[in-house]
């Protein structure tokens, strides 16, 4: 198993955050797209970074910068918790249908 250090992760979390940040803010697909390859250029502009002091400037300053390009009203999928159809009844209670949550066969 290979051993993840904790700036890893952390620069994980934080690419992560981002790009559900930006998903907030962009409203259509083409435009998240485009601007998530322009976050992942930056993110891999400095993947071979090795002084440790420049790391942490640099996620220390992504990570403010997330904190401060933070949406007031993120998106909740409306099936989700605090989304507009949350724990509505489809069917009259019986469920979605087999069509509805069938695997689609291009994933199979």
Known sequence: ???VTAHTLRVQRLYRQSL???LNWCVHRDLFI???VNMRADFEAHRGQKDLRAI???VSAGETKLEEFA???TYTHPTDYGGS???R???NGKGYTETVTAIPPYFT
């Open 1 to 3: 198993m290979s051993v």
């Open 20 to 22: 559900k940040c930006l």
């Open 34 to 36: 485009a601007e998530s």
């Open 56 to 58: 942490e400037k640099l």
């Open 71 to 73: 949406h007031p009203d």
């Open 85 to 87: 159809k949350y724990m």
């Open 89 to 91: 009844y489809p069917n």
